[in-house]
């Protein structure tokens, strides 16, 4: 009874509802949705984009607790002003504050081992969260917590019992990751105040925090611990290991506030930023007025009818749209740029935390209707980056660039928000920016430029790169079209259906290639090297520039709908390697991750509208949830909810770029957009229910509408779209071309890339090779690679080889020329066999058995398939050369990349055999290479040998079993990727 009545307090602050027990839409967002599962959300508190997120941090290096906190944890280690909302990856967590009493404890302890440290247990009943509110019991302490927030500075009250020792600790040592800490100060500036910075390398590479704390009453004493020797009294220090601990005492219980600003630029910085906007002490203030600024964010839409849980699913996940990206400007307009330099603009904001791949595809398009300002702020940023470090960001964090995830898909962004009427940025500046970003020499650009499409074997993830870039690229080639630069559009718009090259015409899907060829064996359920976070099903729609030629190239409507049909229907397995990310299956539809994220809205090009609408509504009910696991996935900044919105409205971007939305179906009976330019846009679905789900007929403003799409203009105009909606499908409606969205690229159209047709790049006697293209107009033409000067012929049909051959050939077609292949195929000695004690990794086959004698090398690249990996096992082989022979030298390859877990052997031996029972050792190589050497680094373990007949060669390399104690991967098992073993 003393516990609940002292936590009166906070649960009245977000049990409160509005008067009337009317439910407002911040009424019904539950913070704690997404935490559960594969969510990766926080529940602590924040405002709209804002640079503080003060949360609860409860485990540590762990997949599923990138932003700190996970809700099946039981035991808490602190409240840290950094997190992030939903990534695959994990950082911040920086300034880690946490209440005590007892004996003084300044290690965190361990989950299993709470009382080894200053964590503590806590249960979920005495845990609440609201929008800009968090409150949590410390079970161990008898501690009540509230914490809340304003865009710069947290606010926390904790509600002490009488202790005659209590302690407030505050960490600059603990964080989300193991990341390292380049430097770190404390400073103790009064018996009231402490300052310092935090400057780690983690995710992002060179992380500034800096901060300045208040505490609302003077500790007693106070002390830092460096390196885990505390110092009593010691005011300032800097180093890798510190932390600080403030000491009071209490005769009854009592409240101590403390308030925390914090800055990317400096403490004078962190310390203008809490004085202008936490002045004073009153908690119940900031709250309120962080309560405030969510109301007025999530009043821009409002939602009519559906469920209570529908109204909170929803809600929430437009409370999750406006988690990201950061601000990261002070108040007075400094900030921290991507050359390291302090900058400063009192104009425009700047912000961070641009998770662009994911949120290229429906955050960013939602933006352009409801945060047009900030979406120009956004975009402000973005151009900053490129005036500092010459790039457009990818993936930026904290001012630095991570270079995660793929494509460059601020381009999508910056045309999306220009084709929609957001044109307040130097646009000649943007176009200039986009191009330079995508003429890059880095990712495989350079090779996509000159051959068309990324070769399997040149980079990682190629099929992924040479869809996004030639999306990409078709967005720069609009903003040059717009911007009357004809000489920029023509090359990019070619560029934009490179994806075609790639393309299988007798699978129907996007395949790698590898020396002119397609890749073998090919499933399309398999996640490999050659695809980022997906299999060949989740990527092969990815085609949003040019979806009717893609309709075609499938062989018209209905081979396209058969094609999506066997995509949802598929068994939900996938094959290959291992991905966390690849959630939410429906058939080989994901929805836990972005590739697929357009895929459902595909059937309205083709007239089959009822098939998107029962898709989505099936989505949208069964891949979502109210409760803590409600995300199939990572939230991913936003994007995860962001389909929730856009889809619950009822119209979906499907070409970001584009100012078409493709009709879904509405969740509820009314939605409302309150526009910037004043103007309000409805959707009214009509007899809309859980049945009820297919649109039988649409008017806008009173007048018919046919079409399965509306434009931007109809949403900004303002107005009301209104659905009669049934508990069948209406198949006419959409069904006429006039009455589809159309998607097409018509001018500077490309002659295709033609490939080769053989069974491998090896062979022993001879070999069938041939040519074909997927235009089956077009004329072939090919030459051996030394008589090009002699002249092309043109392909006739397939010839057999019986020696080592180079071939170059291209496609022609209306007097366009296509890029040229090459192929090159090998003679190999006849007989070669290999066997291996334990296997290896099905995520690295380097294509099977034969790898590691089929004469092909690996580059320094691990993802280009060329690599066969062994996990935490040796590899021990035996090759059999197929007669005996003479050899001299004896040796193997092998690849170090210690980032990706991936280690040089400790040592190769080598023995050899003439009838594969008697081995006699030949002798061992010892690896030099040092295990901290970053990037990829390969090497050849060579032995010298008598001349001596050998028919057997076995050999056996020494993984170093787990990761060092150094590295990130510590204690985990390690991999060694070998390539070829050969003799001469």
């Not at 439910?23 to 935490?35: A, L, M, Q, R």
């Not at 068309?452 to 903003?479: F, H, R």
């Not at 009910?621 to 900044?637: H, K």
């Not at 040092?930 to 090497?939: L, P, Q, S, V, Y």
Request: aromatic residues 12%; proline residues 4%.
């Amino acid at each position: 009874m003393n516990k609940i009545f002292y936590l009166l307090p906070f649960l009245l602050l977000i049990t409160a509802c509005s008067k009337n027990n009317q439910k407002e839409p911040v009424d019904y967002v539950n913070p704690f949705i997404g935490t559960d599962g594969h969510g990766h959300t926080y529940p602590g508190a924040t405002v709209p984009f804002g640079m503080v997120q003060l949360s609860p941090d409860t485990r540590k290096d762990s997949w599923d607790g990138c932003s700190g906190y996970h809700y099946s944890d039981s035991v808490v280690f602190g409240f840290s002003h950094t997190h992030l909302s939903g990534t695959g990856i994990g950082d911040y967590g920086d300034i880690r504050i946490m209440p005590v009493t007892g004996l003084l404890k300044t290690e965190p302890g361990t989950a299993t081992q709470p009382d080894s440290g200053y964590a503590s247990r806590f249960a979920h009943d005495m845990e609440k969260a609201s929008p800009g509110y968090y409150a949590i019991y410390l079970q161990d302490y008898d501690i009540y917590v509230g914490l809340t927030a304003t865009e710069h500075a947290g606010l926390h009250q904790y509600l002490f019992p009488a202790a005659e020792e209590a302690y407030i600790i505050l960490d600059l040592k603990e964080s989300v990751t193991s990341e390292e800490i380049i430097n770190s100060k404390i400073v103790i500036l009064s018996d009231h105040e402490v300052a310092g910075f935090r400057r780690t390398d983690g995710w992002a590479d060179d992380h500034y925090v800096y901060f300045y704390a208040e505490f609302s009453k003077p500790f007693t004493s106070y002390g830092i611990v460096k390196n885990g020797v505390r110092k009593p009294g010691l005011k300032s220090a800097k180093g890798d290991n510190l932390k600080a601990y403030f000491a009071f005492s209490f005769d009854a219980r009592e409240k101590v506030f403390v308030k925390v600003g914090v800055s990317a630029v400096n403490v004078d910085g962190a310390k203008n930023n809490l004085h202008s906007e936490i002045p004073g002490w009153s908690f119940s203030r900031v709250k309120r007025e962080a309560e405030s600024k969510w109301k007025k964010q999530l009043e821009k839409i409002h939602v009519g009818g559906g469920t209570d849980e529908q109204q909170e699913i929803f809600y929430t996940a437009m409370y999750h749209t406006m988690l990201a990206p950061n601000l990261y400007s002070d108040v007075d307009g400094r900030y921290r740029g991507h050359d390291m330099k302090i900058h400063k603009d009192r104009k425009n904001k700047r912000y961070t935390v641009f998770s662009l791949w994911d949120t290229f595809r429906t955050l960013h398009p939602l933006f352009a209707i409801i945060e047009r300002q900030r979406t120009s702020e956004f975009i402000q940023t973005m151009l900053d980056m490129y005036r500092h470090d010459g790039l457009l960001p990818v993936w930026e964090l904290a001012a630095n660039e991570t270079n995660c995830m793929i494509g460059y898909h601020s381009v999508s962004v910056i045309l999306d928000a220009y084709i929609k009427g957001i044109r307040d940025f130097d646009t000649t500046e943007a176009l200039e920016a986009m191009q330079a970003t995508a003429n890059a020499h880095r990712f495989g650009l350079d090779v996509y430029q000159s051959k068309g499409y990324i070769p399997a074997d040149k980079e990682g993830s190629s099929v992924s790169k040479t869809l996004e870039y030639a999306y990409n690229d078709w967005c720069i080639a609009q903003m040059a079209q717009l911007q009357n630069n004809e000489k920029a559009y023509a090359e990019f718009i070619r560029r934009a259906q490179y994806y075609k090259n790639l393309y299988d015409k007798e699978t129907g899907f996007f395949r790698g290639k590898s020396n002119g060829c397609f890749v073998t064996p090919f499933n399309p359920a398999e996640v490999n090297f050659m695809l980022t976070e997906a299999n060949t099903w989740q990527y092969n729609f990815f085609v949003p520039q040019d979806i009717n030629t893609h309709i075609e190239l499938l062989g018209g409507d209905e081979a396209y709908d058969k094609k999506l049909d066997e995509l949802f229907t598929s068994e939900a397995e996938l094959t290959g390697r291992h991905q966390s990310d690849i959630t939410g299956l429906i058939g080989q539809y994901a929805h836990g991750n972005e590739p697929s994220h357009n895929m459902a809205y595909l059937y309205n090009y083709i007239g089959k509208p009822w098939k998107t609408q029962r898709l989505v509504r099936q989505i949208l009910d069964e891949q979502y949830s109210s409760a803590p696991d409600g995300l199939c996935g990572n939230e991913d900044c936003g994007q995860l909810s962001a389909w929730y919105v856009m889809s619950a409205m009822g119209f979906y971007p499907v070409t970001p770029g584009s100012d078409m939305y493709v009709l879904g179906t509405p969740l509820f009976d009314t939605m409302k957009i309150k526009l910037e330019n004043g103007k309000v846009f409805e959707v009214r679905a009509r007899g809309a229910s859980e049945n009820n789900i297919y649109i039988h007929e649409v008017t806008y403003n009173g007048e018919s509408w046919t079409k399965s799409y509306i434009t931007h203009d109809m949403i900004m105009q303002g107005g009301v779209l209104q659905l009669v909606m049934g508990k069948e499908p209406k198949k006419s409606w959409g069904l006429v071309p006039a009455n589809r969205p159309v998607q097409r690229i018509e001018d500077h159209l490309i002659t295709p890339v033609p490939y080769f047709v053989a069974a491998s790049k090896t062979f022993e006697d001879e070999m069938d090779i041939g040519l074909a293209c997927i235009d089956e107009e077009a004329k072939l033409w090919w030459a051996q690679a030394g008589r090009k000067k002699t002249g092309f012929v043109k392909y006739e049909q397939p010839v057999a080889i019986t020696s080592v051959n180079r071939y170059v050939a291209y496609a022609e077609k209306d007097g366009q020329k296509s890029f040229e292949e090459q192929a090159e195929f090998v003679k190999m000695p006849a007989g070669r066999t290999v066997k291996v004690t334990y296997p290896y990794s099905l995520q690295y086959t380097a294509g099977g058995d034969r790898a590691l004698i089929n004469t092909l090398r690996g580059n320094k690249e691990f993802m280009t398939g060329n690599w066969q990996g062994y996990w935490g096992v040796d590899l021990d082989a035996v090759v059999d050369l197929g007669k005996e022979l003479y050899v001299r030298k004896v040796g193997a390859g092998f690849l170090q990349d210690q980032n990706s877990w991936i280690f040089m052997p400790e040592w190769v031996s080598f023995e050899a055999s003439v009838d594969s029972v008697h081995f006699k050792e030949l002798g061992t190589v010892n690896n030099t290479i040092n295990a901290k050497k970053d990037g990829g680094i390969t090497k050849d373990f060579v032995l010298r040998i008598p001349k001596q007949k050998i028919r057997y060669l076995r050999v056996i390399a020494k993984n170093r079993g787990v990761c060092p104690a150094w590295h990130t991967g510590t204690g985990e098992p390690a991999w060694i990727f070998a390539d070829e073993i050969w003799v001469e």
